[in-house]
């Protein structure tokens, strides 16, 4: 329970400060692997009594707190460098909200156990970054690189990496190769950045992703050589022109589909096109749909606000109503339409009969 407690302060805490917020996606930390505090130790502790009592090797940027030995917070000190000689017992580098630009091939030459290496907030561009730099990290499995000047996905990436977060740079293509040996990645950021397109090939390799977020690109329909694995796709605040009938057809596991912002239409949308089975999410606000589209009956979550809805058709959530057959959505939002309460048809509580909340 403390377990619980503590991680739900964190992520409270890291929606709130813009350069903890990680990507936007939570840290969860794991205590029993021994991984440090997600948050900036700016504000909370005195270093100066951390540089007086800790006797292990700490480099004067940086602050290193004696119950995460393996910590160094070298974060927002206004840094243009990563510091030199760190020390070797370094497994969680927090370097996030400086002035860095570079990564040199020699920097990690002698540490071999890092596991966090988290650069959000800084100015990384992609022709100073050494290629070989992360290469040999072999236990390096989070990455951050959240709001950097990256234009594209870094190459010889290390193979044992978990998650990846590159969300808001300028990255408008993905090296080729970058991801084939990546068989552990879960999880991949690219929001905020000038993807247009992803072409055959360029994320083979990702068996294990289960999160893609690629909201806020410049897609203009839903790209075609996506890793099947995926069960959460974000692509809101792109400006799609439509979706086919097989828009997802590959996406065995799809759960959670966010396409708010995104311009659709009902023309442009096929009618069969978010009907199957996995789908338990489905974020359709502020886009342009006049009816509501046809759901498959597994569906628990349904964001239809902000659209141009004018009626609700019951055969949209049930094919037909019977003692079996009915719509499992606990929530429906459909507030900002075109549509009242008293234009419900009579026979919707019987096919929406596990409703927990609709707004309207
Ligand atoms: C690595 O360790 C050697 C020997 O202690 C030292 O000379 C060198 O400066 C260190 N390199 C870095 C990048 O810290
Ligand atoms: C950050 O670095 C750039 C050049 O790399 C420099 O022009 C700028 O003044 C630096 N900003 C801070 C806050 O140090
Ligand atoms: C991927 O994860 C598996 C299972 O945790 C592990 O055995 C393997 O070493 C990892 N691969 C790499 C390249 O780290
Ligand atoms: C939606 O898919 C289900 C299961 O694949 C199918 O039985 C049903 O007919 C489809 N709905 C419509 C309206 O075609
Ligand atoms: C509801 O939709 C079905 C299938 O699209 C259509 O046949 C039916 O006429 C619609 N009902 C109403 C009341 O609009």
Same mark, same amino acid.
Request: glycine share 4%.
């Given at each position: 329970?403390?377990?619980?407690? $503590?991680?739900?302060?964190?992520?409270? $805490?890291? @929606?709130?400060?813009? *350069?903890?917020?990680?990507?936007?996606?939570? +840290?969860? #930390?794991?205590?029993?692997?021994?991984?440090?505090?997600?948050? %900036?130790?700016?504000?909370?502790? *005195?270093?100066?009594?951390?540089?007086?009592?800790?006797?292990?090797?700490?480099?004067?940027?940086?602050?290193?707190?004696?119950?995460?030995? @393996?910590?160094?917070?070298?974060?927002?000190?206004?840094?243009?460098?990563?510091?030199?000689?760190?020390?070797?017992? @370094?497994?969680?580098?927090?370097?996030?909200?400086? =002035?860095?630009?570079?990564? %040199?091939?020699?920097?990690?030459? =002698?540490?071999?156990? +890092?596991?966090?290496?988290?650069?959000?907030?800084?100015?990384?561009?992609?022709?100073?970054?050494?290629?070989?730099?992360?290469? =040999?990290?072999?236990?390096?499995?989070?990455? $951050?690189?959240?709001? &950097?000047?990256?234009?594209?996905?870094?190459?010889?990436?290390?193979?044992?990496?978990?998650?990846?977060?590159?969300?808001?740079?300028?990255?408008?293509? #993905?090296?080729?190769?970058?991801?084939?040996?990546?068989?552990?990645?879960?999880?991949?950021?690219?929001?905020?950045?000038?993807?247009?397109?992803?072409?055959?090939?360029?994320?083979?390799?990702?068996?294990?992703?289960?999160?893609?977020?690629?909201?806020?690109?410049?897609?203009?329909?839903?790209?075609?050589?996506?890793?099947?694995?995926?069960?959460?796709?974000?692509? %809101?605040? =792109?400006?799609?022109?439509?979706?086919?009938?097989?828009? $997802?057809?590959?996406?065995?596991?799809?759960?959670?589909?966010?396409?708010?912002?995104?311009?659709?239409? &009902?023309?442009?949308?096929?009618?069969?096109?978010?009907?199957?089975?996995? +789908?338990?999410? !489905?974020?359709?606000?502020?886009?342009?749909?006049?009816?509501?589209? #046809?759901?498959? @009956?597994?569906?628990?979550?349904?964001?239809?606000?902000?659209?141009?809805?004018?009626?609700?058709?019951?055969?949209?959530?049930?094919?037909?109503?019977?003692?079996?057959?009915?719509?499992?959505?606990?929530?429906?939002?459909?507030?900002?339409?075109?549509?009242?309460?008293?234009?419900?048809? %009579?026979?919707?509580?019987?096919? !929406?009969?596990?409703?927990?909340?609709?707004?309207?």
């Amino acid at each position: 329970m403390a377990l619980l407690c $503590f991680a739900v302060l964190v992520f409270k $805490f890291a @929606t709130v400060v813009a *350069d903890m917020d990680y990507g936007g996606v939570p +840290l969860w #930390i794991n205590r029993l692997l021994g991984e440090p505090s997600v948050m %900036s130790l700016r504000g909370r502790m *005195d270093p100066a009594w951390f540089r007086a009592n800790n006797p292990q090797a700490c480099p004067q940027q940086c602050d290193c707190p004696i119950q995460w030995p @393996t910590a160094l917070y070298c974060d927002n000190k206004g840094l243009a460098d990563i510091p030199d000689r760190l020390p070797d017992r @370094t497994q969680y580098l927090f370097l996030q909200g400086n =002035n860095i630009s570079t990564l %040199s091939s020699s920097f990690l030459a =002698n540490i071999t156990d +890092l596991r966090w290496l988290i650069l959000d907030h800084n100015q990384l561009q992609s022709d100073k970054l050494d290629q070989v730099a992360l290469q =040999n990290q072999a236990q390096l499995c989070y990455l $951050f690189a959240n709001h &950097n000047h990256l234009r594209s996905v870094p190459s010889a990436l290390p193979a044992g990496l978990k998650q990846l977060r590159l969300a808001h740079n300028q990255i408008s293509s #993905i090296s080729p190769g970058a991801f084939q040996n990546l068989h552990n990645l879960t999880q991949l950021l690219l929001q905020g950045n000038r993807l247009q397109t992803i072409t055959e090939g360029e994320l083979k390799g990702l068996v294990s992703l289960n999160l893609l977020d690629l909201s806020e690109n410049l897609f203009s329909s839903v790209p075609r050589h996506l890793p099947p694995s995926v069960q959460q796709l974000y692509m %809101s605040k =792109n400006t799609l022109s439509g979706l086919d009938e097989d828009s $997802f057809v590959r996406f065995l596991h799809l759960k959670y589909l966010r396409l708010s912002h995104c311009g659709l239409e &009902n023309s442009g949308i096929h009618l069969q096109v978010f009907n199957f089975s996995s +789908l338990v999410e !489905l974020d359709l606000s502020y886009n342009k749909l006049t009816t509501i589209p #046809i759901v498959p @009956t597994t569906l628990q979550h349904l964001y239809l606000e902000a659209n141009e809805i004018q009626e609700f058709n019951v055969t949209s959530f049930c094919r037909e109503v019977g003692l079996l057959s009915y719509s499992r959505i606990k929530f429906l939002r459909l507030d900002g339409n075109k549509m009242s309460y008293h234009q419900l048809p %009579s026979d919707w509580d019987f096919c !929406l009969r596990v409703l927990e909340s609709i707004y309207i």
